[in-house]
């Protein structure tokens, strides 16, 4: 069974430029979830979509968008980069609606460098 | 969901029990604990997960105190492999709330 896969691995960006980062779920999952971990920092919940819809949404500024496809693959945006959005882009996938189980299983990341 | 204390780092020999604390004292009672790893700049992997009783799984155990404000993830052979950071998450199942809150984790240091 194929993980959670991320595109690119790695993006180099300049300040104020857009970045498209994208994410394949396992199959079978309906919720992609998008964290970001910036260097020194941990963990932070950006977005959560789940059938198509954006479920829930971290503190982060509507710059940081997303979106999810009928496929169930997502795609997070961030536009007008600035140079602390420098992080590891970490997207997880699960399956919603089994109760107390949420195992939510990440894919490598995409680490986005702006300049 | 409720806030969890780790330690910052351990050490543990090869080969050893190695013992993992988490606080979790303003737990409430439909929050479950959950335990993940991150090897250095991989994606998180999920561990174990418990309400009140104690779980083991090919991974890991986890002792979850009878009042429940305290957890202890149990890695019982460790090895090099298992250095990682752990973070112990408490989250609850409804519905909504499915996002993780991750802390600073514990960085566990297997030594040989």
């Known amino acids: 069974e194929a993980g959670v896969t991320q595109s690119p691995t790695h993006l180099i960006k300049t300040r104020g430029q857009q970045a498209t980062l994208r994410c394949s779920p396992i199959s079978g999952h309906t919720s992609v979830y998008w964290y970001q971990q910036a260097l020194g920092l941990g963990l932070q919940f950006l977005l959560w979509?789940?059938?198509?819809?954006?479920?829930n949404r971290g503190n982060f500024p509507p710059r940081f968008s997303g979106r999810q496809f009928p496929n169930y693959s997502s795609e997070l945006n961030v536009n007008a980069l600035e140079l602390e959005d420098s992080a590891l882009y970490l997207c997880?996938?699960?399956?919603?609606?089994?109760?107390?189980?949420?195992?939510?299983?990440f894919g490598p990341g995409t680490r986005l460098t702006v300049l | 969901d409720a806030k969890t204390t780790q330690p910052p780092s351990m050490d543990c020999a090869e080969g050893r029990a190695a013992n993992l604390p988490c606080n979790h004292s303003t737990i409430s009672g439909n929050e479950y604990v959950y335990w993940y790893r991150q090897i250095h700049s991989q994606g998180p992997q999920y561990i174990i997960h418990g309400l009140k009783n104690n779980e083991t799984n090919e991974m890991a155990s986890l002792i979850i105190t009878e009042d429940r404000k305290s957890s202890t993830l149990i890695l019982p052979h460790a090895t090099l492999r298992d250095t990682a950071v752990y973070y112990c998450?408490?989250?609850?199942?409804?519905?909504?709330?499915?996002?993780?809150?991750f802390g600073t984790g514990t960085r566990l240091t297997i030594i040989p």
């Open positions: 998450i408490v989250r609850n199942s409804n519905f909504g709330n499915e996002k993780l809150t």
């Open positions: 997880a996938s699960s399956l919603v609606g089994t109760g107390s189980y949420n195992e939510q299983f």
């Open positions: 979509y789940d059938e198509g819809e954006e479920r």
